[in-house]
């Protein structure tokens, strides 16, 4: 499995054809203590770069995006019921939602784990 970055902070893990979507330790690192989380619903069609879902926080409320074009396959229900966990564990069990993908072309300009690592210094 390969996990790629983009550069408004999600993480995407790539399994054939799907990809599992969340936000990085850093990206909840700044929002602070998470309160809420929506999430798209299941068969949703989402565009690269299009609000995906929305995380509260105790500081502000911001948008997940979509990292690439897709259908909304799975979505992650123990967050709406602990939305903490984006806290406890943002790059594994906080995933948001699971994504068909569309065009795998999308994926080449992502980051991998180093250059993600640069970005954020």
């Known amino acids: 499995m390969t996990t790629l970055y983009t550069e408004d902070h999600e993480w995407l893990a790539i399994d054939g054809d799907v990809v599992t979507v969340g936000i990085t330790d850093y990206a909840?690192?700044?929002?602070?203590?998470?309160?809420f989380v929506e999430l798209p619903k299941v068969g949703r069609a989402l565009?690269?770069?299009?609000?995906a879902a929305v995380v509260e926080s105790v500081k502000?409320?911001?948008?997940?995006y979509a990292p690439i074009t897709g259908e909304v396959v799975e979505i992650n229900d123990a967050l709406a019921a602990e939305p903490a966990l984006v806290n406890s564990d943002a790059d594994?069990?906080?995933?948001?939602f699971?994504?068909?993908?569309?065009?795998?072309?999308?994926?080449?300009?992502?980051m991998d784990a180093d250059a993600y690592k640069a970005?954020?210094?």
């Open 92 to 96: 594994s069990k906080a995933w948001f």
């Open 60 to 64: 502000a409320a911001s948008d997940v």
């Open 98 to 110: 699971k994504l068909k993908i569309a065009d795998k072309s999308e994926l080449e300009g992502l």
């Open 28 to 35: 909840q690192s700044q929002l602070g203590d998470v309160v």
């Open 47 to 51: 565009k690269k770069a299009e609000a």
């Open 119 to 121: 970005h954020t210094a």
